[in-house]
């Protein structure tokens, strides 16, 4: 019997410069052969004509289980995930009932995904006015680290974290050497502008655009760094919506504070008119922006500025998304199976982006930052993690093709190029030319301390 489970032959990586062709051999679930002309294994993939990426590590997504999984679920969305490339994903800490707020909602959660998940999964911690002194047990479990909102949530049993809250949180977050994530948006400006706007009767998309302001972003943004710099606590902005926010976080970076942040893929692909066009399918916080935001969001993604990419994935039932007010529409966009032809086609396609920094934004900088010692690199000694692309491959969304619990996205009827074939969960298919072809087989993973 062959030492190697599987090999990889023929296929296009990043090889960190190394002479290419190589193979890459796997044995119990690790690569441990990145060789040419690797021959003898029980399992040989031809891989002719397709990039490999490291599977895709999603670190931000909502599927709201346990207790609202008629909204995704930990089953349909790891599926989705799958079905993108994905190999990881960190769940969210809302909108599942009960919020991971404690040792005990962690639990739960954590055994509902190691029954149901296709694939591996970390689990982000809440951090809000009541469970300060929760942070402890939390990351003792091995949170990934602890998620706050300087604006509303949305949802009552998680409320914002007020600037006492979120200092109080960072400096205990830097002593647990936890990262610790913000929602970034001025909860006095946005408040204000949607009840005043509300006041008047306006309820249509615009005026709910009006109501988020990009200075909401860099005045939240702004404060956090503060507090991250005086706690000494690491940051990471999630969903930065503009390149003035990333270009916020680099000068933060600069002065010395451990800041990072996070886009997604519906801030480089969709813009506000598309908001107005599509509705609820499209509505998100920060909103979608104007077209010359979203291209500055390019610039600075370009430049390596943004530091990871996640969807954000934050899907609910149709009953939801339908109010002639927009702003009692629930928000949120499915958009996690997407993410990588999305970003090949705006990105690689139409703006020439390197296809390397496509695959690092979402693999091996995210693993980096949040401390994932295995994970979301082709090397020896990583976790055999792969998404097979055919980069030439063109196809259309259509609904039906749709993993999600809900067959419902803002990208449907959309042209994209970069098709993901094949999934590979620690050497294992799990997702097949269209298909899902394993069962749950996801691991909790734990970062290593910081
Ligand atoms: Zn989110």
Redesign the pocket.
């Known amino acids: 019997m062959s030492r190697l489970d599987l090999i990889l032959k023929n296929g296009q990586f990043e090889t960190h410069g190394r002479e290419a062709p190589l193979d890459i051999g796997v044995a119990d679930g690790k690569i441990v052969e990145l060789e040419p002309n690797l021959t003898s294994a029980r399992e040989i993939i031809d891989c002719a004509g397709l990039h490999i990426f490291p599977g895709l590590i999603d670190s ?1 997504v ?1 599927f709201n289980d346990p207790g609202r999984a008629h909204w995704e679920g930990i089953e349909t969305g790891s599926r989705a995930l799958a079905a993108g490339g994905g190999t990881m994903f960190f769940d ?1 800490p809302l909108n599942s009932s009960p919020p991971t707020l404690d040792g005990e909602s962690f639990d739960l959660k954590r055994g509902v995904a190691e029954k149901t998940s296709l694939t591996d999964f970390a689990l982000w911690g809440g951090l809000t006015p009541g469970n300060l002194n929760k942070l402890e047990e939390l990351a003792e479990r091995g949170v990934i680290g602890f998620k706050a909102f300087m604006s509303n949530s949305g949802i009552e049993d998680f409320p914002r974290a007020d600037d006492h809250t979120l200092r109080e949180g960072m400096r205990q977050a830097a002593k647990l050497g936890k990262i610790v994530a913000v ?1 970034a948006e001025s909860e006095p400006m946005t408040g204000k502008l949607a009840t005043e706007a509300l006041a008047q009767g306006r309820i249509t998309v615009r005026d709910y655009l009006d109501s988020r302001p990009v200075a909401a972003e860099l005045e939240a943004i702004s404060r956090a760094i503060e507090l991250g710099g005086e706690t000494g606590c690491a940051l990471h902005v ?2 930065v919506s503009s390149g003035a926010g990333v270009m916020l976080v680099k000068a933060g970076r600069e002065r010395g504070v451990d800041v990072t942040c996070e886009t997604c893929p519906h801030y480089l692909t969709l813009i506000a008119e598309d908001m107005e066009k599509l509705g609820a399918v499209a509505k998100c916080a920060p909103p979608l922006r104007e077209k010359a935001v979203a291209e500055s969001l390019w610039q600075r993604g370009r430049a390596a500025k943004v530091n990871t990419i996640g969807s ?1 994935h ?1 899907p609910a039932p149709p009953d939801m998304k339908v109010d002639e007010n927009f702003f009692k529409v629930w928000g949120g966009i499915s958009g996690i199976q997407h993410t990588l032809p999305l970003l090949i086609t705006e990105g690689c396609v139409k703006r020439n982006v390197d296809l390397w920094l496509i695959e690092r934004l979402t693999s091996s900088a995210v693993a980096n930052r949040f401390s994932l010692s295995d994970k979301g690199r082709i090397g020896i000694g990583w976790d055999a993690d792969f998404a097979l692309v055919d980069l030439k491959a063109e196809f259309t969304v259509r609904a039906e093709d749709l993993f999600y619990r809900h067959k419902q996205s803002p990208y449907v009827g959309r042209a994209l190029t970069g098709r993901v074939v094949r999934t590979i969960l620690r050497g294992q298919t799990i997702f097949r030319d269209g298909k899902i072809v394993s069962r749950p087989a996801g691991k909790f993973v734990e970062p290593t301390r910081r």
């Open positions: 931000h909502h969210m929602h999630v969903h954000d934050s």
